[in-house]
């Protein structure tokens, strides 16, 4: 009787120390911890990909190369450029816009401010810009022009054509010369909305 205690003992203490016990319990998943992780992961993503397309959109660099955009923008000012501004609609008479000129992609972006758009007839007379045969009113003071360039004459603008003059009217190289000329929609960056640093 008493070996046969002992032999029911040691049956009892292998079957406890021989790793295959199937009465262990299982861990459970915290299922909580899973669905927050789950969705900060998520937030963080949103979040990274919101700020990676508000620099892409709104804050692409551009630099005010020389005076000709005085007074407005000074040379070497930091100027923001709203990249898809032009995306969903059309720069329009008055618009900042920052381009490469004849599309030269070695060049620096050139800063101006569009005068005429595609359809416009514009010419220079007397120191004045007529757009479609009216006198263009000036949003900002600007000197009466002393050279009308190209522009001395009526000229249309074709599909995709703009007309750009520097806010320093006679101290600018912009569509009056041939070295800039029309600006196509395709050599525009986007629009200027502020200068950097505020």
């Known amino acids: 009787m008493f070996l046969s205690k002992n032999n029911r003992l040691g049956k009892s203490t292998l079957n406890r120390n021989d790793g295959l ?21 998520a937030e963080l993503a949103i979040v990274i990909c ?5 620099v892409l959109a709104f804050g692409k660099q551009v ?35 920052a381009f490469k000129p004849k599309s030269n992609v070695n060049a620096n972006y050139s800063v101006k401010r569009v005068i005429g758009v595609p359809g416009d007839t514009i010419y220079i007379s007397n120191g004045r810009i007529y757009l479609n045969d009216e006198l263009y009113k000036e949003n900002i003071e600007v000197e ?9 004459t009526p000229i249309k603008l074709n599909e ?8 320093n ?11 800039v000329g029309f600006v ?4 525009i960056l986007g629009k200027v909305w502020m200068k950097y640093p505020f």
């Open 144 to 152: 009466r022009i002393e050279n009308a360039g190209i522009a001395a």
């Open 160 to 167: 995709n054509q703009y007309f750009v003059l520097g806010d």
């Open 50 to 54: 919101f700020a990676y397309g508000v």
């Open 63 to 97: 630099e005010c190369s020389n005076a000709s955009m005085e007074p407005t923008y000074k040379t070497a000012d930091k100027l923001l450029v709203n990249t898809i501004a032009y995306k969903i609609g059309t720069p329009e008479s008055n618009d900042v816009i």
């Open 184 to 187: 196509a929609g395709d050599d």
């Open 21 to 41: 016990n199937f009465r262990r319990r299982r861990r459970k998943i915290d299922f909580e911890k899973v669905k927050y992780l789950g969705i900060l992961v």
């Open 169 to 179: 009217r006679n101290s600018s190289e912009d569509s009056r010369y041939e070295s």
